[in-house]
């Protein structure tokens, strides 16, 4: 596995207690000494006690012992002030940011130069829903764009294995590379990476109770956000459609929270809807109240999909054009 001195010493550090994201992104710049790191933790943390550099590097080689572990299905970490770390889209909070990654598969894909558009959605989509969100992929495929999602079932496997017949996908995880959550999308995942894909995740050890996995699905949907461009809701529940529609179950909470991540970073959110056939559909009660609730929310007709594509491909243009006067 590939890593640098700079990702174990900035994995190293978020394992202190009450060490997270948003303090190591204020303080660690990437080309951090460990005695530097060390000033950092002793002098702005919360530490009951002084760190020393020998127990700093006792709990450094106890995480590589533990990183050690998924070697086999993890080809690195890279971390904030490394070479290859990806920009991230949007307007994003410190604690929101995320600080390294564990990764399989073509890096590359996460290159802010590259267009990635995220497809969500339910898990339990109709055929009528699966055959549009086909389509969908297809001309995003055809437009040379990547899609992201985040190797659930339902509209998550579908977008992914849609993207498999002609393009490239992303996906995003919520447990280490070495266990693929859910397993029964194992093999998808290894159909990623022969395609020449990507699959990302930020842990490196299993989660812990129902609790944490519930957390690491929500910090799974907030990166679905920030490595994509535009976030397209193939289909969702509402969190009141069962008392809507008087229905009984548990109703998908991870694509909303995902479209709500990609309006408050300002990156795209666009919708499938089509108010002739959906309008009582509580499978679209989601979409509908996105559409209902924005202006800024997409309606992905015919000729929107290729207005968006070609809004990000001129935005990505203009901030590369800048960023060239500054060399």
Known sequence: MKFT?????ILTTKSFKGIGRSWIKKYIKGDENISRIIFL?????????IIT???FNYKKSEIFKEISLITNNCDGLTAIGDDDFPIVRGNVKDGDYPIFLFYKGNLNLLNFTNINIAVIGLLNPTENIIEREKKLVREIINNN??????LALGCDTVAHKESLQNGKTIAILPNHLGKITPSSNKSLSEDILKNDGLLITEYYNDFNSARELSSRYKDRDRL???????????????????????LIGKFDSGARLAMEFAREYNIYTAVMYDENIDFNDPMFDLNRKLLNDS???ILLKQKKLQEL????RISKNNINQQALLFE
Not at 5 to 9: M, Y
Not at 309 to 312: G, L, N, V
Request: glycine share 4%.
């Open 145 to 150: 764009c990547t899609i992201v999602s985040g």
């Open 53 to 55: 550099e020998d127990f």
């Open 309 to 312: 594509i070609s809004k990000i």
């Open 5 to 9: 001195e700079n990702a174990l010493n």
């Open 224 to 246: 679905q956000a920030l490595f994509s461009d535009a976030v397209v809701l193939a289909a969702s529940y509402s969190p009141d459609s069962g008392k809507i529609w008087n």
């Open 41 to 49: 933790i002793n002098e702005y943390s919360k530490q009951e006690e």
């Open 295 to 297: 202006k800024k929310t």
